[in-house]
């Protein structure tokens, strides 16, 4: 008769055993007196497996041969960084703004052998070319208050960037993934899907955090292009963006009169009378070239 042994299931990376042997992550949250702050948008993601789920579709193996950085924001107290560290993460930098958290993560630190980096500041103020060299992969469960804007910010330099693997709230998310003439389809949509291949990975019941949130969440991930779908300035993609969906029921004859209008669409050869969401993003470029 034969024993199993416990060590047998345990992953070879001394780094990935060092975490898994941590207290659990509820008992690190316990000894920090950490809770969940509504005003910074935090909702904690405690299960392992999942957050597994979400280091594998950002690429990370154990063993693998990764180069560059992880970036992580708002780690909170750790649940996702153990992930990383775990799927075999070698430079992980992790931005927080919450004083608590960087207490909590303390042991996360230590445990990862200089594999983990904690940089306390607030993400909005970050430029993650400082973190860290290329190829640069952002992996995050964000805080709901600010996650469009920390998008929005990344992709001014795409370029800087190998892949964004990202937790939204479930509108969100159909708003960046949202195809031509679809209810979700606007602004978001353009600049995301011009800039970057988008895809909703999968969902995230309301029930995997701690505290629940009331809505939704899915995990997104944006892919760079080489290049923008289309040849547009980005200022002026965004104004015609902006005049158009501020007024998305209206004709673009409309929406579209205090950037040139009816004469404006003539000279990208769109229809004046077709509404916002019926153009392409190819489309919404031709209009800011014509301005």
């Given amino acids: ?14 780094i990935a055993r060092a975490v898994l042997s941590l207290p659990p992550l509820r008992d690190a949250i316990a000894a920090a007196g950490l809770s969940a702050k509504k005003s910074l948008g ?6 392992l497996n ?11 193996v154990p063993g693998g041969l990764e180069t560059g950085t992880t970036i992580e924001i708002g780690p909170g107290p750790g649940g996702l960084t153990r992930a990383l560290l775990i799927q ?18 303390s042991t996360l630190v230590e445990a990862s052998d200089g594999r983990l980096e904690l940089v306390c500041a607030d993400a909005l103020d970050v430029d993650p070319e400082d973190l860290g ?44 993934v949202a195809p031509t003439g679809g209810e979700a389809y606007g602004r978001l949509s353009v600049l995301a899907q011009w800039l970057c291949r988008v895809k909703i990975l999968f969902d995230v019941p309301a029930t995997a955090f701690t505290p629940p949130p009331k809505i939704k969440s899915s995990v997104v991930q944006l892919i760079p292009r080489e290049a ?7 200022a002026d993609l965004e104004r015609v963006t902006a005049a158009a969906f501020a007024q998305r029921r209206k004709m673009l004859r409309q929406s579209l009169k205090g950037l040139g209008g009816d004469a404006l669409l003539e000279r990208a050869g769109i229809k004046p009378t077709e509404r916002p969401e019926q153009l392409s993003i190819e489309d919404f470029c031709r209009i800011a070239n014509a301005l």
């Fill in 50 to 60: 999942l957050t597994r789920r979400i280091a594998r579709a950002a690429g990370l």
């Fill in 88 to 105: 075999g993460a070698t430079k992980l930098v992790a931005v927080e703004r919450d004083e608590r958290a960087i207490t909590a993560l």
């Fill in 42 to 47: 935090q909702n904690f993601l405690l299960d």
């Fill in 133 to 176: 060299p290329a190829p640069r992969r952002i992996v995050a469960n964000l805080p709901y208050n600010v996650g469009t804007r920390l998008l929005l910010n990344w992709l001014e330099t795409p370029e800087q960037f190998a892949s964004f693997t990202l937790m939204f709230q479930r509108e969100v998310a159909e708003r960046l």
């Fill in 1 to 14: 008769m034969t024993t199993s042994d416990p060590e047998a299931d345990l992953p070879q990376d001394p």
């Fill in 228 to 234: 923008p779908l289309a040849p547009a300035d980005r």
